[in-house]
């Protein structure tokens, strides 16, 4: 099994920043993927981002958050990072990260998920 605790949401104003992290325990070498989803109210769950555990190739990130958003890793702490810039109020939502084989968008490829964390973004 494997454990992904979120945290680091919260309430700011449109065009300010957040630094999401997710940190992860368990079976941590079994999963090569880290990612990023989230889910408004009222609709389904969408793809943020997503990098190999080892920095390998390039990360993905949804059109909607591209050059906003950087997705980070720190395998010493097991730790991965959504650094959010330029927020604007539709990027409120719960935040979850999520662990998978694969660099990919769909949600059902990532196993294990954690929690999530709320983002609240004023305008």
């Known amino acids: 099994q494997m454990q992904l605790v979120e945290s680091g949401g919260g309430l700011v104003q449109a065009g300010g920043s957040l630094t999401l992290s997710c940190a992860a325990s368990?079976?941590?070498?079994?999963?090569?993927?880290m990612g990023w989803f989230r889910q408004a109210p009222g609709k389904e769950r969408e793809f943020v981002a997503a990098r190999w555990r080892w920095n390998l190739g390039s990360a993905i990130y949804a059109d909607s958050v591209k050059g906003r958003f950087t997705i980070s890793r720190d395998n010493a702490k097991n730790t991965v990072y959504l650094q959010m810039n330029s927020l604007k109020p539709e990027d409120t939502a719960v935040y979850y990260c999520?662990?998978?084989?694969?660099?990919?968008?769909?949600?059902?490829?990532?196993?294990?998920w954690g929690q999530g964390t709320q983002v609240t973004v004023s305008s």
């Open positions: 999520a662990a998978g084989p694969q660099v990919v968008a769909d949600p059902n490829s990532y196993g294990y």
């Open positions: 368990g079976r941590t070498a079994s999963s090569s993927v």
